[in-house]
């Protein structure tokens, strides 16, 4: 199979004549997985409640398990992993490979992270890596330059889907207050591993400082939850946004989609402050709510999901690197200022050109699927 770039839009009709293929999506309950299912062609089961677990989650996935798949040959097509698997040990996903293949359901798995964003140790992860991607039948990824890593470390070659839209359909996009100065914000969220608190806000604090030096009317805006993995971390991070008139630091509880949304629609730039990782679910809800990006350059592959002007890289650590990103982006063609009418149009366009997409990727799905099956069968 012949690495593929999907189109941003498609002519292919759905096929009516056949009935949709039934898949088991690992998990299924979660808003990436709506959007890339959202097919006539396609039929999501439900993710199976988990023993103890409140309604509405699926993790750990009881339907990621050689017993359940057996118990449930005959209500499915395929087996589509994205996310969860790290809660299994080594040679849990092999024997759901196994026993998928022996019930006869055809394995696709999506490479989203070569780098786990919730582990600081990648071992076990790469092990169970190994098996995914040895043992699927097709395989997925989102950006040309992971597909690029999967060729160069294990000969395979994967379609490549681009990221859909995160924004939901249910959040109206927010109006905020215009303001005079330009305002680069960082979220650090709960502090999980691959975020790099210390670095990001030293950095972000030092680009912004070297920009009002410059004469531009430049804020930085960090973001963090209250509830935090790591207190110490959480102190030098309110030393070093105290230390500074540039920025300013807003701890709060986790917002819901709506907070968020208006949170990020009040910046000019997101900066992401990753030290690890491969996609981002956050770049793209900037990207829909027509906020810039800077994320770190060499880091995953970042800049390759929108390889245009709303995203620049920066060198992790290095504030003249970000200064000159946040300039770019702040200067670019299409940048457009919080709450204002250009951003209201930029953000209604690009909704408009997810609509497309967004099918395209969800119908690119449905092709794929039908050609493993129909492989397995004969």
Not at 200 to 218: M, P, Q, Y
Request: charged share 25%; net charge negative.
């Amino acid at each position: 199979m012949q690495s593929t770039v999907m189109p941003h839009a498609t002519d292919r009709a759905a096929d009516q004549t056949s009935p949709p293929i039934r898949v088991v999506s690992i998990p299924a309950a979660h808003p990436y997985v709506g959007r890339v299912t959202a097919s006539p062609d396609i039929d999501v089961l439900s993710d199976p409640p988990v023993e103890g677990a409140p309604a509405g989650v699926w993790w750990p996935p009881a339907a990621l398990d050689p017993s359940w798949i057996r118990d449930h040959a005959a209500d499915a097509d395929v087996l589509h992993i994205h996310f969860g698997t790290e809660s299994f040990p080594p040679g849990h996903v092999t024997a759901c490979i196994e026993a998928a293949h022996q019930v006869g359901w055809s394995v696709v798995y999506t490479v989203h992270d070569l780098e786990h964003p919730q582990l600081d140790n990648q071992a076990a992860y790469d092990r169970q890596l190994d098996e995914l991607v040895r043992g699927a039948d097709a395989l997925i990824t989102l950006t040309p330059g992971a597909a690029a890593g999967i060729r160069e470390r294990w000969g395979r070659d994967a379609v490549v889907i681009p990221h859909p839209s995160l924004l939901s359909d249910d959040v109206t996009v927010p109006l905020v207050l215009p303001s005079s100065e330009s305002r680069v914000g960082v979220h650090l969220k709960d502090l999980r591993p691959n975020v790099d608190a210390i670095g990001a806000v030293t950095t972000l604090v030092d680009a912004v400082e070297r920009l009002r030096r410059h004469g531009r009317d430049v804020v930085a805006e960090v973001r963090m939850h209250h509830a935090v993995r790591d207190p110490d971390v959480r102190e030098v991070v309110r030393r070093i946004v105290g230390g500074s008139d540039a920025a300013l630091l807003i701890e709060h509880e986790r917002l819901d989609d709506a907070g968020l949304a208006i949170a990020l629609s009040r910046l000019d730039v997101c900066l992401l402050p990753y030290r690890h990782g491969t996609h981002s679910g956050w770049l793209e809800l900037c990207w829909d709510l027509g906020v810039s990006v800077a994320a770190p350059a060499g880091v995953g592959q970042y800049v390759g999901q929108h390889p245009d002007s709303t995203v620049a890289g920066y060198a992790p650590g290095d504030g003249d690197s970000l200064e000159q990103a946040i300039r770019a982006l702040l200067e670019a063609d299409g940048a457009t200022r919080p709450g204002s009418s250009d951003r209201i149009v930029a953000v209604a366009g690009r909704r408009a050109r997810r609509v497309v997409d967004d099918a395209a990727g969800a119908a690119a799905h449905a092709e794929l699927y039908r050609r493993v099956t129909a492989e397995r069968a004969s």
